[in-house]
């Protein structure tokens, strides 16, 4: 149970990360910042109090949504067409950016919030109790996935943002506003990492720091399901949340190898992932 | 009034210019060829038509409107329609996604064309609709992306050398789909070397070598000359 929780943190705060890699082609360093800035607007936004979870999460998450928009018009389409080093070192600089500006209008004690309205009660599970949040938790994470699968495979803008990743210049040959495309995939991507961070403070408190720790997780999650596949983060987020709680479980010195181990098998034998397709042959 | 004029153009990549003072029109329903030998400035003329090469000095016009300046998915809302001789489909995507891409806004008032009109034209189409554009063979995605830039309904329909590597089956098909654009009102700008695909589909021709204008006028008077079989190598 622990582990599908976390499971399902992981998948919202990576998703994003491999919708803007897939799409964009930028490394987002930076993404676990934007994770914890959607858990930093919640709690700014409710003062710490859980009875306005539900109320002010959309706000939380459309305030994710417009900072999204306005990295991408900013910063990131400076650097689109530039050699990746300039993506990561100007990624790397918002994470440090954004670690201190949140500390200056956050501060930097841990900030946690309690279980929200409707999850106040524990559930049993085979006699264990568990917060009925991670069954809360997990519900929201499968409803965005799915919603995530019928925008890109079910909607003609989904299927803009699916070919914008093969040839973006043939697809503004067609009459797409491509610019305009990015901006909505990026602010998508950091809508989703805000929305992961923000219904994850419940269970996960939040101070500096999260943001690093975040952004690891998040590229391991990525490169062991698959850049760029929706299911893949999702397989590949069950699979880091179980080791990291079964290994917490039974051999708890050596949890976080499990993880780093299972990456490092991946890029072995699959490097393109466990449901990531190898790159595409041009015909 | 022409739908498309090129004045002076200069254009190409970085420092290296590859088409040098070139003007050109075509009308309104009016098949023109741009001859030339690979490397003679065909693909960088078409790309510069639709912004997608730099233009250093010149002009272009689309029905008399200055668009030398605006960004290339612009330019394609108004009318101006590419189809890249390296075929370009989205290979992840099927057929039908890859026909839905080039859909514009606003262009659903019955009028123009539909993946249903495609399909009637193209019934073998149909039948792979849910095949994933990577998957098709050369002459197939040929057709897809001709089909997808069609479903844009551009008024001007830049072709980069259609028959390029195609089965004769093919060309047949690429020159029938010509033939229903131009009797549509579609004026096509043809990029070719293949001097009998043109010849009876073509009603003016402009030759170039080493990017300038070396020839140009009808295709009838064109399809005499010695000279034009010269330039072209043939």
Not at chain 2, 207 to 220: D, Q, W
Request: glycine share 10%; aromatic share 8%.
């Amino acid at each position: 149970m622990t582990g599908l929780a976390s499971a399902a943190s992981l998948f919202l705060l990576a998703v994003g990360l491999s919708l803007i890699f897939g799409a964009l082609g930028i490394v987002n360093f930076a993404h676990g910042s934007f994770f914890a800035l959607g858990a930093y607007f919640l709690f700014a936004l409710t003062r710490g109090d859980a009875a306005g979870f539900w109320h002010y999460l959309p706000v939380a998450v459309a305030a994710s949504l417009v900072v999204g928009a306005v990295v991408e018009r900013v910063f990131m389409r400076r650097v689109l067409n530039r050699a990746e080093h300039y993506q990561i070192l100007l990624t790397y600089a918002l994470l440090l950016i954004i670690e201190d500006v949140s500390k200056i209008c956050f501060g930097a004690d841990y900030k946690s919030i309690g279980m929200p309205k409707g999850f106040e009660m524990p559930v049993f599970v085979l006699g264990i109790p568990f917060p009925s949040y991670y069954l809360g938790l997990v519900g929201l994470a499968a409803a965005a996935a799915l919603l995530l699968w019928l925008f890109l495979h079910r909607t003609r803008y989904g299927t803009l943002v699916r070919a914008v990743a093969q040839d973006r210049e043939m697809l503004e040959a067609l009459g797409v506003n491509v610019p305009l495309l990015f901006t909505v995939i990026f602010a998508l991507g950091i809508g989703l990492a805000g929305f992961g961070g923000a219904v994850s403070l419940p269970l996960q408190s939040i101070s500096t720091g999260v943001a690093v720790d975040a952004v690891i997780s998040a590229f391991i999650v990525v490169v062991v399901g698959g850049l760029g596949s929706i299911w893949g983060t999702l397989l590949g987020a069950i699979l880091i949340g179980e080791i990291q709680a079964f290994g917490a479980l039974v051999l708890p010195e050596f949890s976080i190898a499990f993880t780093y181990v299972l990456m490092a098998a991946v890029l072995l034998f699959r490097p393109w992932g466990l449901l990531g397709r190898p790159p595409a042959v041009r015909t | 009034m022409s739908m498309l004029a090129l004045e002076q153009l200069v254009a190409g990549y970085g420092p290296i210019r590859v088409v040098h003072n070139l003007s050109l029109t075509v009308g309104e329903g009016e098949v023109v060829a741009l001859l030339g030998r690979n490397g003679a400035g065909k693909t960088t003329t078409l790309k510069a038509a639709l912004g997608m090469v730099r233009v250093s000095s010149g002009r272009v016009l689309y029905r008399s409107r200055d668009v030398t300046r605006l960004a290339t998915h612009r330019r394609a809302m108004l009318g101006m329609g590419y189809v890249p001789d390296d075929r370009r489909i989205f290979p992840e995507l099927t057929v039908r996604e890859n026909l839905e891409v080039a859909i514009k806004r606003g262009s659903k008032n019955g009028r123009g064309w539909t993946s249903e009109r495609i399909y009637q034209l193209m019934p073998w189409l149909k039948e792979i609709q849910r095949r994933r554009g990577g998957f098709l063979s050369g002459g197939e995605q040929q057709m897809l992306t001709i089909a997808r830039t069609m479903m844009g309904n551009p008024e001007v329909l830049l072709l980069d050398e259609p028959t390029e590597g195609l089965a004769p089956h093919f060309v047949r098909l690429v020159s029938d789909l010509v033939k229903e654009l131009k009797s549509s009102g579609t004026a096509v700008l043809l990029a070719e070397q293949n001097l009998r695909f043109i010849t009876p589909l073509a009603d003016r021709v402009y030759v170039l070598e080493s990017g300038e204008l070396r020839l140009e006028g009808t295709m009838a008077a064109m399809a005499e000359k010695q000279e034009v079989r010269a330039l072209l190598a043939l």
